[in-house]
């Protein structure tokens, strides 16, 4: 019994991780009804990024995270300025290319500039357990789980309180409406890109001394994710937390109960399972069609 | 420009709609079987791969192109071919007996990939085929008594009635041209018949598609085994060309490459198959060239711009440094992908099209002839 808790707290986790990129995703689908291909990408240059300022520079780590979040959310506005606001209103799949191709273009730069090799930076959380009774959680796993939530909190009232997350309901709701309304839509678009990027840094840096840093992190982690985010309907922000812990527990619990070989394909035929059932995942809108 | 004046409507749909394309059709054919006699070796077998990945383009078009259905998984579907294939082959059964196999053993997969996606459409209907491919990899990687796992799996030389056919032999290449223009003619006819007019309504509006008494389910069934099974064709191609296959050579990255085929060629004709094909397989020698070359040609050029030859001998050792940094070729790629979209959304048969509209019209061509339309509205988007 205490393994099975053991290896759900260990799934949480991940789930937590999973979560966590889906949760850039889904904000970028929210209000442009964009699929970000590159957010796992986008969460491995956040790493280097910390890296860059904690590892090379030498600043202090919560100096450096700040930093690296802040830079992220610059380079994701860019990225939104220069390459999806050209093609935003051009059919989906070529939005999706896009950024696929993208998510090829930052993984090989980022392995020019820094590497090829595993890098680590020493954080607060490197080291340390907390014991409940018998039950043993890594400090840096705890932190992804408290971030997780403290971030979907936020973000689940900036959405449904504030003027500015009206405006990106609107937004996503129907673009030409809400610029009729007065509604800055470009800034809107703008902004939620350099949140996405924002959260896809935090995710980087909590997942630093977990995975450590490497260009391909983002690919591995992204391609689970993603499943994450429409387990959970693409466009709900619980979804992607809830998606993303099914799909942690599921992953650790077949690795632990089921051969080897099944703790990767698990989370696709479950994914498979339930969009059978629910064609716009768990939470997602079920959407009148027009013609 | 010549105009048709059509009088019956078996003109309206025929294949070459007037003398000038016997001509350059022709003429395209004399030279494609003239072509092992002319190039070398080496790229004779590259255009053999250009045939192969312009069998799945085409594929990729009926369903992505003409059905409108997105599908990241077509690298599984060349997989099963390919196993298919060595399976078969190992069990001791003749090419013309596994050729039609790996087809109908493909589509059928195809066609039960097709069930699922009934209900689903965008984003969920590429993570559903990405769930798949991701599936079928790591079948091949377990199934050891028949696939061998990830050991890979020899594939012996293709026995066409107990004539040999090595596979880089002229006679490949004839073979993969065979194929290559019976999928594309194959394409051309689908889509002049009932089926093929349905596929593009179901894309133009499903909605209004099924008010016209279209079987929205059927035709989108019909479309993914199509298409699964002439990439499972490919597959067996494939396998012979290579001689080895193992389930890591069937991964996304080859699904993306083969939507890379579509998007840059076009995706709305079966001309752009072949473009597509063309560009993605020859851009890697074609970089490999650029490595040694540009390196030489940049420092001869700053010498002559005035440059002090020891600054040039830098200049030259950088550049050839970024020319063989490791992953170049993704960032390249990467870039390729995200120019064409933003600058060439109709690809490289799009493209001379509108040089061909030029020379047409000539001084009344107008720009906004190819412009696209933009939604923003969500429920038009939600077809």
């Keep these: 019994m205490l393994d099975f808790i053991q290896q759900l707290v260990s799934g949480i986790a991940l789930g937590c991780v999973y979560g966590l990129i889906a949760l850039g995703f889904v904000l970028i689908y929210k209000a442009t009804e964009v699929v970000n291909f590159a957010q796992g990408d986008l969460m491995m240059l956040g790493g280097f990024f910390v890296f860059t300022f904690i590892g090379l520079i030498g600043l202090d780590y919560w100096l450096g995270f700040l930093f690296a979040v802040c ?221 | 420009m010549r105009f048709v004046f059509k009088t019956d409507y078996d003109q309206d749909i025929r294949l070459l709609k007037h003398s000038g394309y016997w001509w350059s059709y022709g003429v395209l054919l004399a030279l494609l079987i003239a072509f092992p006699y002319l190039v070398g070796s080496y790229l004779q077998s590259q255009i053999v791969f250009v045939f192969i990945y312009a069998i799945v383009g085409v594929a990729l078009i009926i369903l992505t192109g003409f059905t409108g259905q997105a599908s990241l998984g077509h690298a599984a579907f060349l997989a099963i071919g390919a196993y298919t294939a060595g399976f078969l082959q190992s069990q001791g059964m003749s090419f013309i007996v596994y050729f039609p196999a790996a087809a109908i053993i493909t589509g059928a997969v195809g066609a039960m990939v097709g069930f699922p996606a009934l209900r689903l459409s965008g984003i969920y209907l590429v993570i559903a085929t990405i769930a798949f491919a991701f599936i079928v990899e790591e079948i091949l990687a377990r199934w050891e008594s028949v696939t061998h796992g990830n050991e890979g799996m020899r594939v012996r030389t293709i026995d066409f009635l107990g004539q040999p056919i090595p596979r880089d032999s002229d006679a490949f290449y004839f073979l993969c041209l065979l194929v290559l223009v019976g999928s594309i003619l194959l394409a051309l006819n689908l889509l002049r018949s009932p089926t093929g007019r349905a596929f593009i309504a179901i894309r133009d509006s499903e909605t209004a598609a099924k008010s016209m008494g279209i079987d929205l389910a059927g035709y989108k069934v019909k479309s993914f085994a199509i298409s699964a099974a002439l990439t499972g064709m490919a597959g067996v191609l494939f396998a012979h060309k290579m001689s080895f296959i193992s ?73 050839s440094a970024i020319g063989s940094a490791a992953g170049l070729k993704g960032a390249i790629y990467g870039l390729i992908i995200m120019m064409f979209i933003l600058f060439e959304p109709y690809g490289l048969y799009g493209r001379w099209l509108k040089v061909k509209l030029f020379f047409q019209l000539f001084p009344l061509y107008k720009k906004a002839t190819f412009k696209r339309q933009k939604t923003y509205v969500k429920s038009e988007r939600n077809r």
């Design chain 1, 71 to 291: 830079a992220m959310a610059v380079f994701g506005m860019a990225t939104e300025r220069v390459l999806i606001r050209p093609i935003l209103g051009y059919p989906q799949f070529s939005i999706v290319m896009a950024t696929i191709g993208l998510g090829y273009f930052l993984r090989s730069i980022a392995g020019m500039i820094w590497g090829t090799d595993d890098l680590r930076i020493e954080t607060p959380f490197s080291s340390g357990v907390v014991k409940l009774g018998d039950l043993v959680i890594a400090h840096d796993k705890l932190s992804v789980i408290v971030a997780t939530v403290i971030l979907c909190v936020v973000l689940y009232a900036f959405f449904n309180f504030t003027r500015m997350g009206t405006a990106m309901r609107a937004t996503s709701e129907n673009m030409l409406a809400a610029y009729y309304m007065g509604i800055p839509v470009k800034r809107v678009v703008s902004l939620i890109w350099a949140i996405s990027a924002a959260v896809a840094a935090t995710a980087g840096v909590l997942l630093a001394p977990i995975t450590f840093i490497h260009s391909n992190v983002g690919l591995a982690l992204g391609l689970k994710a993603f499943p994450a985010a429409v387990l959970g309907g693409f466009g709900s922000i619980p979804g992607a937390l809830i998606g993303g812990l099914i799909i942690g527990v599921i992953e650790t619990l077949a690795g632990f109960y089921l051969p080897q070989g099944w703790k990767d394909v698990a989370p696709y035929i479950v994914l498979l399972i339930v969009l059978l059932v629910r064609p716009h995942g768990l939470f997602g809108p079920s959407m009148r069609k027009k013609v």
């Design chain 2, 247 to 319: 389930p890591e050579m069937f991964t996304l990255l080859l699904s993306i490459e083969f939507i890379m085929v579509i998007i840059i060629g076009g995706a709305f004709g079966v001309h752009g198959a072949v473009l597509g094909a063309i560009f993605i397989v020859m851009v890697d020698p074609f970089l490999t060239t650029l490595k040694d070359d540009v390196p030489v040609l940049g420092a001869s050029l700053a010498t002559t711009l005035g440059m002090a030859p020891d600054a040039a001998g830098k200049l030259k050792e950088t550049m």
